[in-house]
């Protein structure tokens, strides 16, 4: 009786629901969209507006800096200015919408600047041209004429946070080995630069050999090896006032590739005792040191995750070079690294979700990037050398050094994207190799 | 029954008398063969059966007369007059100290101010300032993923969905004239990054399999018992699909007569839409359109969330802006997910031009549309 019941009520069910099925196909039109496309944003950034009477050459030259950074990303295109049916006259004037998306211009970037007693003002707005809105509120930065192009790189960022979401690189230095000569007797001087290579300025001489500088988190400190005692020391240096000293406690024979932790007061390096290399930990304030590895094999090049709990360094204790990771108090490594090829150094992401890597493999050197579990390993680069990958700040972009063959070859810095685009070469005046990228300022 | 001696004795007889009389044993004297002799003297003899000798060859050939010609001095060659070689500039035996590092003056730091007064909104504009086509600057050599390969269009056509070849008006007009058109030809793409690194992907392993045909529901076991037939025969090869505790059944069609009532009564109270649903081609049509214009950002946070966004439409197959919204996410952070929606809303508005091709009879199916956008494959390109 009861399956009579449920049945009869089934059918009742039925025929009532039979309208709510054809609504709920009829409903929301549902569509899932699994393909897309990977191409740079169109955006439009004309001459900012010069609201003083000195400021007309700053207004474009501004305007300029940022559509340099913003288009060196890869991520943008500029829609060239011939192309444009509106002319920005006034900071504070409507924009005219439509005259941008006729040349299908994403964003808009308006801008003014006005210069007065000694000091400049740019201003700026970001409009998302399609949705007719203001992406974020308009800003501006104020401060002396020779830090223009600081001021340009700060609101390249900000249309590159609000645009992306994630925060910029362009605002940033990146200290380096400046090298000049021939390869036999190539003279090194450390060197510091605006991240698209602007602004040279040397912290060292050239009397001794210098290698592999690395930024504080900071970045007001370089740590770097030094020849200056005949010896490879770890050296530190003040970048305002470019003194340096050599990092005590050091017992051994040589000390390399140190690098600091992110709290800025412990640093990490190699140590080489007798024939065995191992990794060690230093605290600057005090001097005191600890040993972090104890293989017979050789360790080096460490570097820590972002939030200082682990250590990615390299090891021959397989036999070839290849990446582990240890907790960053010592102890017990995994390998990570399981590719044809020898790996050296591991660099971790600021974002904490890749490591950086050189490889050479098959007689060819090549920057690349893994997951932190070595899973997803995919090489960004190829050629005769390439080698020390170096982070932005914001874990997008990589800086390297790469070097042509040769008796005249030379070292160059180069950056890529870390989805293997955009590999461009960053001009400097003399070549240069070790980058380090500082932090966003 | 002598039948057989006449024709043998026949037979021989003309075979002798063949012989005898047909030629088989004449003797013709053969041809002679007459050559011609000469007769020559000892000395001849002696002569030809002499050894020939080289002839004797001049020490250096002959020179070939040589054609007559004019003799001009050649003309001297211009010598362009060369600066007096300048020593090369001898490097110092010291070098010259290199300046001594300067203290790396901090770049001043630019005062922030964070908020700017609202700008006045813009006035409306006159249709007619705007083309209807985008005039699209040529792109930058930077190479554009999309999920089909495009090769290079060539420079003069413009970037436009559809390939259309250049028609021009002739001089002489035909009997039916062709509008004028610009050449235009989709951007040049390809379907894979590839870095410098690697190689690109030739072939794809595997052949891709058509997509199967989307099983009919299964039929309900036909009954095999009739009347005629007993009721115990075979039951262990027929087990009907009986739930083991009745009341559990009872709960079940309970529940689920309860969900059908809500769907129902939830699908009048919102005036559900009727008529008949978008084919499968209508929909592929819409989703291709927004996806052409879906950029993906593959190395950024964003590429690991999924969004989905809700929109509304009118007839004309305009979307309304204001109705945009994010209906749901997956993955990521808060920064991501907003970054991932206003990249799926900037794809939904920036496609559309003058509304997307929908069929007006069947607005009532796509008025509202929610959307997903799942970058996962685009990530591991």
């Known amino acids: 009786m009861k399956q009579i019941v449920a049945s009869l009520l089934a059918v009742l069910v039925l025929a009532v629901s039979a309208p709510g099925m054809v609504s709920a196909q009829g409903g929301p039109l549902r569509i899932e969209i699994t393909e897309g496309v990977i191409e740079p944003l169109p955006y439009a950034v004309p001459d900012f507006v010069a609201e003083s009477a000195g400021a007309q050459q700053l207004a474009q030259q501004i305007a300029r800096v940022v559509a340099d950074d913003l288009t060196g990303t890869g991520l943008f295109r500029e829609v060239p200015r011939e192309a444009h049916i509106s002319q920005i006259s006034s900071f504070g004037s409507p924009v005219q919408f439509a005259d941008w998306k006729a040349i299908n211009a994403q964003a808009l970037i308006t801008g003014a600047v006005s210069s007065e007693g000694g ?18 509120q308009g800003m501006q930065f104020a401060g002396t004429p020779d830090g ?23 605002d940033s230095r990146v200290v380096f080995v400046s090298e000049s000569g021939p390869k036999d007797q190539r003279a090194k001087r450390l060197a510091v630069m605006d991240y698209d290579g602007a602004n040279v300025q040397y912290l060292t001489g050239g009397n001794a050999l210098v290698l592999a500088p690395r930024f504080s988190e900071d970045g007001q400190r370089v740590l770097y090896t030094s020849y200056e005692t005949g010896m490879p020391r770890v050296h530190v240096l003040e970048v305002g006032t470019v003194q340096s000293r050599i990092l005590q406690g050091q017992d051994g024979v040589m000390s390399f590739a140190p690098r600091f932790a992110p709290n800025g007061s412990t640093v990490v390096y190699s140590l080489t005792q007798g024939s065995n290399t191992d990794i060690w930990a230093m605290d600057i304030a005090s001097g005191g040191t600890r040993q972090l ?16 709990s682990q250590i990615v360094f390299e090891s021959d204790r397989s036999g070839t070079q290849q990446l582990y990771v ?21 660099v971790w992401s600021p974002r904490g979700d890749m490591i950086a890597f050189t490889k050479q493999n098959a007689g060819r050197f090549h920057i690349g990037v893994m997951r932190t579990d070595g899973s997803e390993e995919r090489l960004l680069t190829a050629s005769f050398l390439d080698e020390g990958p170096t982070w932005a700040p914001n874990g997008r972009v990589i800086m390297f050094a790469r070097e042509t063959q040769g008796a005249q070859g030379a070292s160059s810095l180069y950056t890529v994207d870390i989805s293997g685009r955009n590999l461009k070469r960053v001009r400097t005046p003399e070549g240069a190799s070790d980058p380090s990228w500082g932090p966003l300022q | 029954m002598h039948t057989g001696h006449y024709i043998s004795g026949s037979a021989h007889g003309i075979l002798i008398l063949w012989a005898l009389f047909g030629g088989m044993f004449r003797s013709d004297p053969p041809e002679l063969q007459v050559a011609d002799v000469s007769v020559i003297s000892e000395a001849q003899f002696a002569a030809m059966m002499q050894p020939q000798t080289a002839p004797e060859l001049g020490a250096e050939p002959a020179a070939l007369p040589q054609p007559d010609i004019e003799e001009q001095p050649p003309e001297p060659p211009v010598v362009e007059e ?11 035996e010291v070098a010259e100290p290199e300046p001594a590092p300067q203290p790396v003056l901090p770049t001043p730091e630019p005062e922030v101010v964070e908020t700017l007064p609202q700008p006045p909104a813009p006035e409306p504009v006159p249709d007619v300032e705007a083309p209807e086509v985008a005039l699209r600057p040529i792109p930058r050599p930077a190479p554009r993923v999309a999920p089909e390969a495009v090769p290079e269009p060539a420079p003069e056509a413009e970037v436009a969905p559809e390939v259309q070849e250049t028609v021009e008006q002739s001089e002489t007009p035909d009997v039916t004239d062709a509008e004028e058109q610009q050449a235009t030809a989709p951007e040049a793409a390809t379907t894979e990054i590839v870095t410098e690194a690697e190689e690109p992907a030739r072939a794809p392993a595997a052949s891709v399999r058509p997509q199967s045909r989307p099983n009919r529901p299964t039929p309900p076991p036909a009954p095999t018992q009739t009347a005629d037939a007993p009721a115990t025969s075979e039951p262990e090869r027929q087990p009907a699909p009986q739930p083991t505790q009745e009341p559990e059944t009872t709960t079940d069609t309970a529940s689920a007569i309860a969900g059908a009532l809500e769907e129902a009564l939830a699908g009048a109270s919102t ?3 009727s008529g008949p649903p978008l084919t499968q081609g209508e929909t592929d049509g819409f989703r291709i359109a927004v996806q052409d214009c879906w950029v993906v950002d593959v190395g950024s946070q964003a590429a690991n969330v999924t969004v989905t966004v809700g929109f509304d439409m009118d007839r004309s197959g305009r979307v309304v802006s204001s109705s945009l919204r994010l209906l749901g996410s997956e993955g990521g952070s808060g920064t991501a997910v907003e970054t991932a929606f206003q990249a799926a809303r900037r794809a939904i508005l920036r496609c559309q ?28 390109r």
């Open chain 1, 119 to 136: 000091r400049i003002v740019v201003k700026f707005r970001v409009w998302d041209v399609f949705a007719g809105t203001e992406l974020g």
């Open chain 1, 148 to 170: 223009w192009r600081r001021m340009a790189h700060k609101v390249a960022d900000q249309v590159y946070s609000r645009i992306t979401g994630e925060s910029g690189y362009f």
């Open chain 1, 293 to 308: 590895t104890s293989a017979p094999s050789i360790e080096t090049a460490p570097s820590y995750s972002p939030d200082g």
């Open chain 1, 326 to 346: 240890m907790p960053a108090t010592g102890g017990e490594a995994r390998r990570i690294s399981f590719g044809q090829g020898r790996y050296s150094t591991p």
């Open chain 2, 82 to 92: 060369q600066p007096a070689p300048v020593p090369e500039p001898v490097a110092p």
């Open chain 2, 271 to 273: 005036g559900a839409a």
């Open chain 2, 353 to 380: 031009g003058d509304g997307y091709s929908l069929p007006p009879e069947k607005f009532d199916q796509w008025k509202t549309v929610e959307m997903t956008f799942n970058p996962e494959s685009m990530r591991i």
